[in-house]
């Protein structure tokens, strides 16, 4: 059965926010009712920018779903079946984030009042506290002086005032203020943009949302590249187009995927795509051919010849046979 990863805030007993399930880490929860958004089932999110509209807990997990999943746009997804598969640092993913989101904000602040360091001040100390450079009071006092800077101005000023707060607060709330940062940086790209047609500001608003999600990811990537899926593989001989034998490899896979790998080295992976409209039988070199002409070139030895056995993925987690 295929999964997907997403992310999720919890509360501190391990409870859901809404409802009253209680989680534990790795077992599977299935819900025998109807599923509806925001109503009944197991939700999370894709990607861990979104998660921040979703702040119901101090604790953050990376999950994983299956069986039935309907997704919202772009925001959310609710599952019939969900387990817990790690739960992630927030003081040391979302502090960091949230210096970073209020940094943002400090290039259009700065274009506007280039001689107030009031507000790169306050989002320095904080970094600084994060890092026990300094006193909680020596913090304090950053924190009141930027708090002055929100007067300056309304769009540039108040989207760093924000941040610069938002990133001070970090220090005790983690998640929460690096939400309120997050959406400072991004006011802060729209109001940069305001001058321009509806497109240009609403465009400057989901490059800010994309480069934060990119970041979150790299601050994660470390608590998670530990997580590896056993996945079983029937492994075609590109020639013969027979299945030769069956092997475990270690990566991160789906059903579907396609992996070509190294003829004298099956453990040296070549490249990889996701679900390929495949077909098991004949004809299978053709097809992999037109849905990947760039990485056939690529390995290509002869003219008519692969170099690299073909992998592919029936199933994942569940014990295949070869024929």
């Not at 209680?22 to 109807?34: A, C, F, L, Q, R």
């Not at 599923?35 to 994983?64: M, Q, T």
Request: charged letters at 30%; one cysteine or more; aromatic letters at 10%.
């Amino acid at each position: 059965m295929e999964t997907i990863k997403g992310y999720k805030f919890i509360l501190e007993n391990m409870k859901s926010s809404n409802g009253d399930h209680t989680w534990e880490v790795g077992k599977w929860y299935k819900y025998d009712n109807k599923i509806e958004l925001c109503a009944s089932g197991f939700h999370a999110c894709l990607e861990p920018r979104e998660v921040l509209e979703y702040v119901y807990g101090d604790k953050f997990f990376l999950v994983e779903a299956r069986g039935e999943i309907k997704h919202d746009k772009g925001n959310k997804f609710v599952a019939s079946e969900m387990r817990l598969v790690k739960e992630l640092p927030i003081d040391k993913i979302f502090k960091p984030f949230a210096i970073w989101c209020a940094k943002q904000c400090l290039v259009n602040y700065e274009k506007e009042y280039p001689n107030d360091k009031r507000p790169h001040e306050a989002i320095q100390a904080a970094e600084d506290y994060i890092d026990e450079k300094i006193t909680l009071d020596e913090l304090n006092i950053k924190i009141s002086a930027a708090w002055s800077a929100r007067s300056a101005a309304w769009s540039a000023a108040e989207s760093a005032w924000s941040a610069a707060w938002s990133a001070a607060e970090s220090a005790w709330s983690a998640a929460r203020s690096a939400a309120r940062s997050a959406w400072s940086a991004a006011w802060s790209a729209r109001s940069a943009a305001e001058s321009a047609a509806e497109s240009a500001w609403s465009a400057a608003w989901s490059a800010a949302e994309s480069a934060q999600n990119e970041k979150l990811k790299e601050l994660i990537k470390p608590y998670i590249e530990d997580i590896e899926e056993k996945t079983n593989l029937i492994l075609i001989d590109f020639n013969k187009s027979l299945i030769s034998k069956a092997k475990k490899l270690k990566i991160n896979s789906q059903t579907g995927d396609i992996i070509k790998f190294h003829r004298d080295n099956p453990d040296t992976i070549l490249c990889s795509a996701s679900n390929p409209n495949f077909t098991m039988g004949g004809g299978l070199d053709a097809q992999i051919d037109y849905h990947f002409p760039e990485e056939c070139k690529k390995l290509r030895k002869g003219k008519n010849q692969i170099k690299g056995n073909i992998a592919f993925i029936i199933s994942v987690n569940d014990k295949i046979k070869a024929t």
